[in-house]
């Protein structure tokens, strides 16, 4: 997705309280997470962190993680 792609998509995209992205990872406060990661994009267009993040949050908003969690010793 392009930076603009991930601008009109959160712009307009429902976010969860929390969110979990995979089996090891759960994002609280996606959208204070949302503003900070498209803020720090916009910011300096190298960092391709914030577009990653973005993009792992597009893909569990749009197919939730349902599996197990990591077990707790």
Do not use: W
């Not at 300096?44 to 914030?50: A, F, S, T």
């Amino acid at each position: 997705m392009t930076d603009e792609e991930l601008e009109a998509y959160f712009e307009h995209a429902l976010l969860p309280k929390t969110l979990r992205l995979d089996r090891a990872s759960t994002q609280h406060n996606v959208q204070q997470a949302v503003k900070n990661n498209l803020d720090a994009m916009m910011a300096d267009p190298k960092d391709h962190r914030c577009r990653h993040r973005l993009i792992m949050i597009a893909a569990a908003i749009e197919q939730p993680y349902d599996g197990p969690e990591i077990p707790r010793f």
